[in-house]
């Protein structure tokens, strides 16, 4: 999550016929509707319109999220209205949503930050009839008809032992939680907790919570460093907005050092963005887990194309490598979030490696 970026290098378009053809079209005849992209792709604008609401854009995560969804609007996977954000605000969020509706939206995507505060929205949603697909959050109450996510407490498990390993079962850790309004930032933090307190008790964590701010995140970390200058490792749980400000802190304090030197500080992020991916080549940071963002605007443009056609989900594994369950009110499509080391930090998998950053 956060940090504003200004603008952003372009998506790289891949480098197929059927792409070279979707281009040309559109330059050609401005078609709405898009060309096809394999079973699921195109034909987006006789189902009706999709209002889309994006969360933020203080994220290099939420902004190349953004770029998904804009190419895969431009490709045809559905017919949207125009783009609205909510900027992190669920006021803004809940009055974006009713416009969209006035609009004439038959299905909604939104990426509620306050899993706990759009249930009253969700219950007018159902009321009309129009199904909502949820990003990267589960709302805590209502009815959604997919939400599209990975697993979060995969995250914060992944990062415990990924530490405790590090720092061979001892020695202080501290945490950067996330907003624990939402979902996302309690999954990580509890899973975090319990995996440190199960499998490495002889780590202590200093638990600071930002609400995915990254100056909150760098304040605090500046006290702990002074009442623990022995700290050993850092968990962001949410590289776009902690990353440069941390970064900048551990270098003016002279504490970035290289993984193989005496001092170093272990970091483990979660997001996978290109700024993340660079700093564990340099050897800044050690880890990161990869928010499939490429992903999550696929899924959630084809997730509402078939709300529209009247599909009912179905439980299991998918054709994209994730595993659909059900939930309270809804189902979650599961999608995977690799770790990323120094080991696999080029492959060409990853999302953020397909990104041009003008190299």
Not at 62 to 74: A, C, H, P, T
Not at 122 to 134: A, D, R
Not at 240 to 245: A, D, E, M, T
């Amino acid at each position: 999550m956060p940090r504003p970026t200004g603008g952003r290098s372009p998506l790289r378009r891949p480098r197929t016929a059927t792409t070279s053809a979707c281009a040309l079209l559109l330059v050609a005849v401005a078609a709405l509707t898009g060309c096809n992209r394999g079973e699921e792709g195109g034909k987006g604008g006789g189902a009706g319109a999709v209002g889309i609401d994006l969360p933020r854009n203080d994220s290099d995560f939420w902004n190349s999220y953004q770029q998904y969804i804009e190419q895969g609007v431009k490709a045809g996977e559905v017919r949207a209205l125009p783009l609205t954000n909510s900027q992190n605000d669920i006021g803004k969020l809940v009055s974006n949503v009713q416009a969209l509706t006035d609009q004439g939206a038959k299905a909604i995507v939104m990426a509620p930050q306050d899993t706990g505060a759009i249930a009253e929205t969700l219950k007018t949603l159902q009321e009309k009839k129009i199904p909502v697909v949820s990003v990267d959050t589960r709302p805590d109450q209502g009815q959604v008809y997919m939400v599209v996510r990975a697993d979060n407490r995969a995250y914060g498990e992944q990062a415990c032992r990924f530490l405790g390993e590090r720092l061979k079962g001892k020695g202080k850790v501290a945490e950067f939680q996330g907003d624990l309004a939402s979902i996302n930032g309690r999954d990580r933090s509890e899973a975090f907790k319990s995996c440190m307190t199960r499998e490495f008790p002889g780590i202590q964590v200093f638990e600071l919570a930002t609400e995915w701010k990254g100056d909150v995140a760098s304040a605090k970390l500046q006290s702990t460093l002074a009442a623990h200058p022995d700290l050993g490792g850092i968990y962001m749980q949410a590289g776009g907005v902690f990353l440069q400000p941390t970064l900048a802190l551990l270098e003016q304090k002279k504490l970035l050092k290289a993984p193989d030197r005496a001092g170093h500080i272990a970091i483990i992020s979660n997001d996978g963005i290109p700024e993340e991916l660079d700093a564990i080549r340099a050897g800044k940071i050690d880890a990161t887990v990869s928010q499939p963002a490429d992903l999550y605007a696929t899924y959630a443009l084809r997730w509402a194309k078939r709300a529209l056609a009247g599909e009912t989900p179905k439980t299991g594994t998918t054709d994209h490598g994730s595993t659909v369950v059900e939930i309270p009110g809804g189902f979650e499509d599961q999608l995977p979030a690799p770790l990323v080391t120094k080991e696999n930090v080029d492959d060409p998998n990853l999302w953020a490696n397909q990104l041009d950053q003008g190299r």
